[in-house]
């Protein structure tokens, strides 16, 4: 079975009621960390999990709002007392994350001295015990990459595209995925490019034939939400639903 817990439905605008993007996913063999914005590591205690817990964290791309909370994990790791980690910690990212890692995080966290970090390009696929994970790159920034991740489990689906534009690729990695979580940042009103809007996430839900659409990566914009969901309940048949933090899919 395969739980995933959203931490952080916002964005990197700081807000009390959505924290920056996070999602925890817990299977059997192990939790794992879906983007890991500022904020995360605590939304981690409060959902009843812990960062001592987690074997992997997941990077769809590397802007601030979800990628905030890694050097601090790290520190955590290693600055706990009464707390010694001597498992690995692996960490995927789209290609060019191990030169952002070698740059912009080891000079701050150093290396830890009781447990190995990890650092890896994620390939299109890979096999975690019971758990396949399939990615494909998805366009977002010209600056940077990005990717995003299917999880699978016992026949069961779940897709994170992370922060993206309108593309097809994404309808093709969830094609019949029972779960779909999008970046619907905006209402189609005030689409603008390097995000999806409410009506792309309904039209790509319908294209892949899934099963339940989520709506995150929210900014705080008026129209209100409902106009989100009634904009992508146009364009599919999916059960659609805004995400929330701490909202559990099973």
Known sequence: MMKLTILGSGTGVPLLERGSPGYLLSVHTGEYLIDCGSGTLRQLIRAGSSYKLLDAVFITHTHPDHIGDLIPLIHALKATPAFRRESPLYLYGPSGFKTYFERCVTPVASTPRHFNIEV?????????????????????????????????????????????????????????????????????????????????????????????????????????????????????????RLAEDFMTLD
């Open 120 to 240: 890896l390009e994620v390939p299109a696929s890979l096999e975690i015990g019971d758990l396949s994970v399939t990615t494909c790159p998805i366009r977002h920034s010209r600056q940077i990459n990005s990717v995003a991740y299917r999880f699978e489990m016992a026949g069961r689906s779940i897709v994170l595209s992370g922060d993206c534009d309108y593309d097809p690729a994404i309808a093709t990695l969830a094609h019949n995925a029972d779960i779909l979580i999008l970046d619907c940042s905006f209402p189609d009103a005030l689409k603008i490019t390097g995000h999806l809007s409410a009506g792309e996430c309904g039209r790509i839900a319908a294209q892949a034939n899934v099963h339940t659409l989520i709506l995150s990566h929210l900014y705080p914009v008026r129209p209100e939400d409902d106009t989100r969901l009634a904009e992508a309940k146009a364009f599919c048949r999916a059960d659609v």
